[in-house]
């Protein structure tokens, strides 16, 4: 089959336009694991009134309130028991009534989280952590994206998911992934992948919560290694906190920091990726710095410099957690079960590693460096 040149426009049309040898130009109907809302399908760019998001929007908010309900009631996850709950749903995604609202919950609602994540931030947490602990942050996240792209490819597993996962260990779990996995868009990445990131990352964070400390404690840490380590080591924010406060409140404390300054890393990874990640195969997509970036930056900085009352920034923070836990339930149910379980053990083992990766550096870090 000859090969064909694509240019995917990414400026809300949301077709892909096919240029094939005879010069002529087709529109293709984008289906695969457009789950992100990074490129519109076709059908989906007429959804027209609003009305139409409602039964989607209501499906997944009650499987959302349904995953908040059991994550308080047994001590797991909110993110872990919302893709569980949305996988368990996922049979519902053959019910076109529901497309719109899914889409616009896993997609547009996903944005405006990224972007209400800066809300938690403020420039003077990270100056407390001084220059020696934030180069060791970066370091670290840099590595383990490394890595993660190395065991990827070594696994066959590609270069999108190892930057994917990567991102999602180094970074803040579930939001870098789905972060990340808009701005690559389905030219790079299955549905399944990402899916299968996201819950991985979710039970890898649960596991590392319950371990973490312990470990902490068999090494005679300090609160401030203490710290370090549950915040640069663990992926989740809920389980980085939670780890850290149950060593004790001066360690929930650095870890809070620690983590914080790693949320913060998101901008610029997604921002260096916008540029330099390369398309795979006759694939060229041009992407500028995404907006929900320049948003994610300017809350922050307006968190730091103190333009906005805090009491209402605090309120715009509490809602990062259920708009997220929104969009990754609505993502579950979107995702279909057998490309997920196509994936197989090596998706796993590229996690481990990286999961791996990520706790050998913070121990390091914090035992020769905090």
């Known amino acids: 089959m000859p090969a064909v040149a694509r240019q995917v426009s990414c400026n809300g049309g949301g077709n892909v336009m096919t240029t094939n040898p005879s010069g002529g130009t087709t529109t293709q109907s984008v289906q695969a694991a457009d789950l992100y809302n990074e490129?519109?399908?076709?059908?989906?760019?007429?959804?027209?009134?609003?009305?139409?998001?409602?039964?989607?929007?209501?499906?997944?908010?009650?499987?959302?309130?349904?995953?908040?309900?059991?994550?308080?009631?047994?001590?797991?996850?909110?993110?872990?028991?919302?893709?569980?709950?949305?996988?368990?749903?996922?049979?519902?995604?053959?019910?076109?009534?529901?497309?719109p609202?899914?889409?616009?919950?896993?997609?547009?609602?996903?944005?405006?989280?990224i972007v209400l994540l800066g809300a938690k931030l403020t420039f003077s947490q990270f100056a407390a952590l001084g220059p020696a602990a934030f180069l060791a942050i970066v370091a670290i996240a840099a590595s383990v994206i490394v890595a993660m792209v190395l065991v990827s490819r070594a696994l066959?597993?590609?270069?999108?998911?190892?930057?994917?996962a990567g991102s999602a260990i180094a970074i803040c779990g579930a939001s870098a992934a789905l972060a990340v996995a808009a701005l690559l868009g389905e030219k790079r990445l299955q549905q399944g992948e990402l899916t299968m990131t996201l819950v991985l990352v979710s039970v890898m964070s649960a596991a590392a919560m319950s371990f973490y400390?312990?470990?902490?404690h068999f090494l005679s840490f300090t609160d401030r290694q203490a710290g370090f380590l549950m915040g640069a080591a663990i992926h989740d924010v809920a389980q980085s906190l939670g780890a850290g406060y149950g060593y004790s409140p001066i360690a929930g404390d650095n870890a809070a920091i620690v983590k914080m300054s790693r949320v913060a890393l998101l901008g610029p990874v997604l921002a260096v990726l916008a540029f330099i990640f390369p398309s795979g195969g006759s694939s060229r997509i041009r992407a500028g710095v995404p907006w929900f970036v320049l948003g994610f930056f300017a809350l922050a900085a307006l968190s730091s410099l103190n333009m906005v009352p805090r009491p209402l920034l605090d309120g715009v923070a509490m809602l990062t957690t259920p708009i997220l836990l929104l969009s990754i339930t609505a993502a579950g149910i979107r995702s279909p079960?057998?490309?997920?379980?196509?994936?197989?053990?090596?998706?796993?083992?590229?996690?481990?590693?990286?999961?791996?990766?990520?706790?050998v550096l913070a121990l390091t870090a914090a035992a020769y460096v905090i």
């Open 337 to 359: 079960m057998a490309m997920i379980l196509k994936q197989g053990w090596k998706p796993f083992a590229a996690i481990l590693c990286g999961t791996m990766a990520a706790l």
């Open 213 to 216: 400390p312990l470990l902490a």
């Open 156 to 164: 066959s597993l590609g270069t999108a998911f190892g930057v994917l």
């Open 39 to 99: 490129l519109w399908a076709a059908e989906t760019a007429k959804i027209g009134p609003i009305g139409r998001l409602y039964p989607g929007l209501a499906v997944a908010l009650l499987a959302a309130l349904a995953a908040g309900f059991l994550a308080a009631r047994y001590a797991v996850p909110p993110t872990l028991m919302g893709l569980l709950i949305g996988l368990a749903l996922n049979f519902l995604n053959s019910d076109k009534r529901l497309t």
């Open 101 to 113: 609202g899914l889409i616009f919950a896993s997609g547009t609602l996903l944005r405006w989280g």
